[in-house]
């Protein structure tokens, strides 16, 4: 199957003339060939209108998409050769599986005997024979789901587009077709452009993720730089957990010299961001920076560290302890720490006294 690459450049959508913003602002990527790439955002920061620009079903206001160098926008959707699927999979309740899945192919009017050699073959790629003279209605939904995946590859695609697929299974059947979805996509090397709102999932199975917001694309990467190294604090707070403390930086003319913390503790963050104007807004009182730190970085003990707490609430969370501790911020407005272990801490309770101990190498200041 190729490896086609897709351009994306500048692409915008505005629905209305009236509309105060755009639902997609001059997003610009690259999805390389035989790629995963996820985009991930909340819900209406514009996924799947870029979807269906890309696929065709929407018309861009402006900018540029081109598929292996030829320009997309002036190809007709039914020849993008392009494979979708969406959250609701749609099937034919009155035809069979096998029926759903050759149905697009009669409609091309293939030879009969090449849709069942491409029919059988898709079929049996996804594991879905034995189920091939059933109707819809007598498989799982996680089967179904195969099967509107089976329905897009029948067409042997140049790319694979997915929006929100695993959205209506339960939990468990999510984490187990996404595991199936990916090792299907690196068999076949196809080149895949997959839309999700949930954060886990986009980065458990993509080559790399974009973070969307307000139809803006925020930041572009693997998903390990994403986490360890987010561009703002939306991405911070968005891809994962994360920790915000509001610093004073000790020399205000250089981020680099250090921040004090509420309690008059120095620290040093590795990692300097000055943050962008839209979020200067989260600086809180005499505060001029944040703080970021992850859950699984932060030290609790009982006896020493940079920050005094107290425990409010322990879970234990599958294989995760995880506390919730209060410290007093500026001027003593309370706020809330998340720290994650994988062993209970020795001689902390619910109510307890503690310290929190803040790593430096594992500290992002976001600045202004
Ligand atoms: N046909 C339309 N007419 C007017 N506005 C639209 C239309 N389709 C989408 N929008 C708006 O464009 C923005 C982006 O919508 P989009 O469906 O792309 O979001 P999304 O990221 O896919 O969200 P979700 O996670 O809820 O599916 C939203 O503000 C939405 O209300
Ligand atoms: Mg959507």
Not at 15 to 22: C, E, P, V
Not at 63 to 84: K, S, T, V
């Amino acid at each position: 199957m190729a490896h086609a690459a897709l351009t994306v450049q500048d692409l915008t959508k505005r629905f209305g003339a009236d509309d105060a913003s755009n639902a997609v602002d001059h997003v610009s990527f690259d999805v390389k060939g035989g790629e995963f790439f996820t985009m991930v955002g909340a819900s209406g920061c514009g996924k799947t209108t870029t979807l269906r620009m890309i696929a065709g079903l929407e018309q861009a206001t402006s900018g540029a998409i081109q598929l292996d160098g030829r320009d997309f926008m002036r190809i007709p959707p039914q020849q993008r050769n392009i494979g979708m699927v969406f959250q609701s999979y749609a099937l034919f309740p009155h035809l069979t599986i096998f029926e759903n899945v050759a149905y697009g192919l009669r409609l091309r009017s293939i030879k009969q005997i090449e849709i069942e050699r491409r029919v059988t073959a898709t079929l049996a790629l996804l594991q879905l024979e034995p189920y091939a003279q059933r109707h819809p209605a007598g498989l799982s939904g996680g089967q179904q789901q195969r099967v509107s995946i089976a329905r897009a590859l029948v067409y042997e695609p140049a790319m694979l587009l997915l929006d929100e697929p695993l959205a209506n299974l339960d939990a468990k059947l999510r984490v187990q077709m996404r595991e199936e979805l990916r090792a299907l996509q690196r068999r076949l090397g196809i080149t895949t452009l997959y839309v999700t709102h949930d954060q886990e999932e986009a980065t458990a199975v993509s080559d790399r993720i974009a973070v969307f917001n307000h139809g803006r694309l925020i930041q572009l990467g693997a998903p390990e730089l994403i986490y360890t190294q987010p561009r703002t604090l939306f991405v911070a707070d968005f891809i994962g957990r994360a920790n915000f403390l509001p610093v004073k930086l000790a020399d205000s003319a250089a981020p680099a010299a250090g921040v004090v913390l509420a309690n008059g503790a120095r620290l040093a963050p590795q990692r300097q961001v000055a943050l962008k104007d839209d979020e200067l807004g989260r600086l809180q009182g005499p505060g001029d920076g944040i703080v970021m730190i992850r859950p699984e970085h932060m030290a609790l003990t009982a006896s020493q560290g940079d920050l005094a707490c107290r425990v409010q609430r322990i879970q234990l969370l599958g294989g995760l302890m995880r506390y919730s501790v209060a410290t007093p911020g500026f001027d003593d407005a309370p706020q809330t720490v998340l720290v994650e272990t994988t062993r209970p801490i020795p001689g902390i309770a619910e109510g307890s006294g503690a310290w929190l101990g803040i790593p430096a190498a594992d500290a992002i200041l976001y600045h202004r």
